[in-house]
T-cell receptor
Framework: SQTIHQWPATLVQPVGSPLSLECTVE??????LYWYRQAAGRGLQLLFY??????ISSEVPQNLSASRPQDRQFILSSKKLLLSDSGFYLC?????????????FGEGSWLTVV | GQSLEQPSEVTAVEGAIVQINCTYQ??????LSWYQQHDGGAPTFLSY????GLEETGRFSSFLSRSDSYGYLLLQELQMKDSASYFC??????????FGSGTRLQVQP
């Protein structure tokens, strides 16, 4: 069966510091991978998605970036965090040939920028 | 692009039935999904409608009317554990899902 893991689960970072969130998927090949962000009590905002190694599409201009160095690894980064970057970050995946209806989320990472 | 609207909050009592509505505006339509998210947790898939009509999964049902750009999630025999946020979502056609802002359901004893 397929599993998705992301880490760290919780982190508190000062403004201006770098960020790295990592996500891996097991049990499948060539998944579509996503990063979503959720502000407290709000909906989910798509940040990035990737259909293959090195292929990243950005949905929202911001100081975040994403990379996919391996087939089942997706990394969210920032060189300098802003207060507005605080939120709940969710990695997700869908099968390569999915029809766009079901998406599977990781456990999430709570980021607080102070 | 996609735009999905749903009420921000709904309150109901244990054992009752509640309906959460979702209206959407899309440049293309590939179906409507529903997700449940408990506080502090990740969203999990509940139901999907690709065609008009009702889909039933246990106590949960979902309905879609493409001509009205409207769908709803119906929860029956409400339990306290159903207190959560519920999101409707639609594919953007670019292999990603766009989510509504979510409806927070509070089930009271």
């Amino acid at each position: 069966s397929q599993t998705i893991h992301q880490w760290p689960a919780t982190l508190v970072q000062p403004v201006g510091s770098p960020l790295s969130l990592e996500c891996t998927v097991e049990g499948t090949s060539n998944p579509n991978l996503y990063w979503y962000r959720q502000a407290a009590g709000r909906g989910l905002q798509l940040l990035f998605y990737s259909v293959g190694i090195g292929q990243i599409s950005s949905e929202v201009p911001q100081n975040l970036s994403a990379s996919r160095p391996q087939d089942r690894q997706f990394i969210l980064s920032s060189k300098k965090l802003l207060l507005s970057d605080s939120g709940f970050y969710l990695c997700a995946w869908t099968p390569e040939t999915h029809s766009g209806n079901t998406i599977y989320f990781g456990e999430g990472s709570w980021l607080t920028v102070v | 692009g996609q735009s999905l609207e749903q009420p921000s909050e709904v309150t109901a009592v244990e054992g009752a039935i509640v309906q959460i509505n979702c209206t959407y505006q899309t440049s293309g339509f590939y179906g409507l999904s529903w997700y449940q998210q408990h506080d502090g947790g990740a969203p999990t898939f509940l139901s999907y409608n690709g065609l008009d009509g009702l889909e039933e999964t246990g106590r949960f049902s979902s309905f879609l009317s493409r001509s009205d750009s409207y769908g709803y999630l119906l929860l029956q025999e409400l339990q306290m554990k159903d207190s959560a946020s519920y999101f409707c979502a639609a594919p953007t056609g670019r292999r990603a899902l766009t989510f509504g802002s979510g409806t927070r359901l509070q089930v009271q004893p």
